[in-house]
């Protein structure tokens, strides 16, 4: 999971979902159940920050799911709200964290959480290039298949190659179990590691697809989700 998480255990709203949110990363929301409209409401008459969360088991809808115990602290960059009262969000990550204990979901999903910071150091600039070739050859893959990634953002330069680290995770066409082990993955020796594997055998399967096709695939429709 990463260093053990610091500091004295904090109440945060929560928004457990059905994709993880890195650091760094940005991730737009479409909020529409009548308890997460309140949570909105509340953290943009505060601090403008919740927590992200995935879902191990369950939906993102109606509650009664399970959730992991390592997650995203989120801050809300952009808000706009409908007339019959949804929200359209644009937040980014800041630091991890560690769930201690979780509250009762009244009116949404709280817990006391804790900051997760990373192991010392910085990814190795050899293993850092590897991985973000790895991540376009896998969208480059999708593409060919008729399942394009959403557009990639650039520059993927950050302030700091552990910056540039978790933008190369959070634009890394995996599943959301995948990004939840880059996520807690204990610094950026072993995350940069776990990118290239995870992308490099994503890259394999999604060649050899290629291979026994012999051409595009129908694209992905996808799901809708209360995050969408």
């Known amino acids: 999971m990463g260093r053990s998480a610091t500091g004295e255990p904090r109440a945060l709203a929560m928004f457990p979902l059905q994709t993880v949110l890195f650091p760094h990363g940005e991730l737009p929301l479409h909020v529409f159940e009548p308890r997460y409209r309140t949570l909105m409401e509340d953290c943009l008459a505060g601090e403008r920050e919740f927590g992200?969360?995935?879902?191990?088991?369950?939906?993102?809808v109606g509650g009664g799911d399970r959730r992991f115990a390592v997650g995203t602290q989120a801050h809300i960059a952009a808000a706009s709200r409908f007339a019959d009262g949804r929200w359209a969000l644009v937040v980014e990550g800041r630091q991890r964290?560690?769930?201690?204990?979780?509250?009762?979901?009244?009116?949404?999903?709280?817990a006391e959480v804790t900051d997760l910071p990373d192991e010392e150091g910085a990814p190795e600039a050899?293993?850092?290039?590897?991985?973000?070739?790895?991540?376009?050859?896998?969208r480059t893959l999708l593409s060919e298949l008729?399942?394009?990634?959403?557009?990639?953002?650039?520059?993927?330069?950050?302030?700091?190659?552990?910056?540039?680290?978790?933008?190369?995770?959070?634009?890394?066409?995996?599943?959301?179990?995948?990004?939840?082990?880059?996520?807690e993955a204990s610094g950026p020796a072993t995350r940069v590691t776990r990118l290239i594997e995870l992308a490099e055998a994503r890259a394999e399967d999604l060649a050899a697809l290629l291979g026994a096709s012999g051409g595009a695939g129908p694209p992905d429709r996808g799901r809708r989700t209360d995050g969408d």
């Not at 992200?52 to 993102?60: H, K, N, P, R």
């Not at 964290?97 to 709280?110: G, K, S, T």
């Not at 293993?127 to 896998?138: I, K, P, Q, S, Y």
């Open 52 to 60: 992200v969360v995935l879902i191990a088991q369950g939906s993102d």
């Open 97 to 110: 964290i560690a769930m201690a204990r979780w509250l009762e979901d009244a009116p949404y999903p709280r």
């Open 126 to 138: 050899d293993l850092l290039a590897r991985a973000a070739t790895a991540v376009r050859r896998v």
């Open 146 to 183: 008729g399942r394009p990634a959403p557009v990639l953002p650039e520059p993927l330069e950050g302030p700091d190659d552990v910056a540039r680290l978790w933008r190369l995770c959070a634009v890394a066409p995996l599943t959301a179990f995948d990004r939840q082990r880059l996520l």
